[in-house]
């Protein structure tokens, strides 16, 4: 008799335990806890929304020809290339400072304009660069300026 019920169980357990499992999740709508109301609170402005750009002087645009803020301590007589978009600046292993600019005109045109205006400001080309630019001076300063395609435009790094 054991037998013949314990075959008979399985099956039916294996059928109505999954059953009995999924009914004892259900509630009905009266067993639920209540929903809570969430308190809201009226905030003022962040303490920052009234912080202005106007007075500080690193952060006047070049006009409309570069996009971005140099940094402070860029040479103010070391001309850059415009139009252009200022994308990185920091420093090299070895102390100096750069900054990098994208622009879509040509790595010839930025070669021809650039090379004129650096004449013009008073800087001297000493040599060349390997990828294209040059090593510039002016009384005791010396720039690094080179440029690389980036098609469809140009990318240049300016190490001062």
């Keep these: ?79 850059l290339f415009a139009p ?4 990185d600046f920091g420093g090299t292993p070895d102390g100096r400072r750069y900054v990098e600019l994208d622009t879509t005109s040509s790595c010839g045109e930025v070669a021809r304009r650039l090379s004129s205006e650096l004449a013009a400001a008073g800087w001297r080309r000493t040599s060349s660069a390997q990828a294209g630019g040059g090593v510039y001076r002016k009384a005791q300063r010396q720039a690094v300026i080179r440029w690389l395609d ?10 001062y």
């Design 84 to 87: 252009s978009s200022l994308i």
């Design 150 to 159: 980036r098609l469809p435009g140009c990318g240049i790094r300016v190490e």
């Design 1 to 79: 008799m054991t037998r013949q019920w314990l075959s008979l169980a399985r099956p039916l357990a294996s059928v109505a335990l999954p059953w009995i499992l999924l009914g004892c999740g259900v509630e009905s709508p009266e067993q639920r806890p209540a929903q809570m109301e969430l308190e809201t609170e009226e905030v003022g402005l962040a303490p920052d929304a009234e912080l202005s750009t106007e007075l500080d002087e690193r952060a006047k645009a070049l006009g409309p020809a570069i996009a971005g803020v140099l940094p402070s301590d860029f040479p103010a007589d070391l001309p």
